[in-house]
């Protein structure tokens, strides 16, 4: 066990929805990242939060955003869903510091259908 | 972007050793490398890491070269449980703004045959 609590495990909805996906981080860790991983695909990473702020974004799509709330939990929004959001989606945390250790959640698989 | 390389595939036998080669010749003097890996869909599991002197715990040894332009993860008795794709990271960490995200390449599918 991580530390890294993710909900739902499994989400199944339609195209053109929105949905929510959470992340809450190990304890005391205030960095949060979201990973995407497609069928066969490699981990893609979208974006990273610290302490409630946007700290770096990749290749999120602008149908895509996230946020960090003050207890340090994380929301992952997905929305205009279509088929090929179908995927992984990871979170994982990571303390301050140099050379500290990230650790993922067990993923939300989405299926978009 | 990535900045290592790794072969993509490898196969051990039961109850060998296992170790995993991972070249990163343009790692900057203050980034570390790390392992990951992932077994089939879980979320990716942390394994190591290390600076410049060699690191081991109670998963894997990881021994860094001199120049730290490559590392090898050693898995010293793999089992069949170790079958899993295992990725090398370079990163700083959390601190170093721009430079703490975690970039995953191909990595390398170890397969443990019985």
């Known amino acids: 066990d991580s530390g890294v609590t993710q909900t739902p495990k499994h989400l199944i909805t339609a195209t053109g929805q929105r949905v929510t996906l959470r992340c809450s981080p190990r304890?005391?860790?205030?960095?949060v990242y979201w990973y995407q991983q497609s069928l066969d695909q490699g981990l893609q990473f979208l974006i990273q939060?610290?302490?409630?702020?946007?700290?770096a974004k990749g290749n999120i799509l602008e149908r895509f955003s996230a946020q960090q709330f003050p207890d340090l939990h994380s929301e992952l929004n997905l929305s205009s869903l279509e088929l090929g959001d179908s995927a992984l989606y990871f979170c994982?945390?990571?303390?301050?510091?140099?050379?500290?250790?990230?650790?993922f959640g067990q993923g939300t698989r989405l299926t978009v259908v | 972007d990535a900045k290592t390389t790794q072969p993509p595939s490898m196969d051990c036998a039961e109850g060998r050793a296992a170790n995993l080669p991972c070249n990163h010749s343009t790692i900057s003097g203050n980034e570390y490398v790390y392992w990951y890996r992932q077994i089939h869909s879980q979320g990716p599991q942390y394994i190591i890491h290390g600076l410049k002197n060699n690191e081991t715990n109670e998963m894997a040894s990881l021994i860094i070269t001199e120049d730290r332009k490559s590392s090898t993860l050693i898995l010293p008795h793999a089992t069949l449980r170790d079958t899993a794709v295992y990725y090398c990271i370079v990163r700083v960490g959390l601190g170093n703004f721009g430079n703490e995200k975690l970039t995953f390449g191909t990595g390398t599918r170890l397969t443990i045959i019985p």
């Open positions: 939060y610290y302490n409630g702020e946007e700290r």
């Open positions: 304890s005391g860790d205030l960095s």
């Open positions: 994982a945390s990571s303390r301050q510091g140099l050379g500290t250790e990230a650790f």
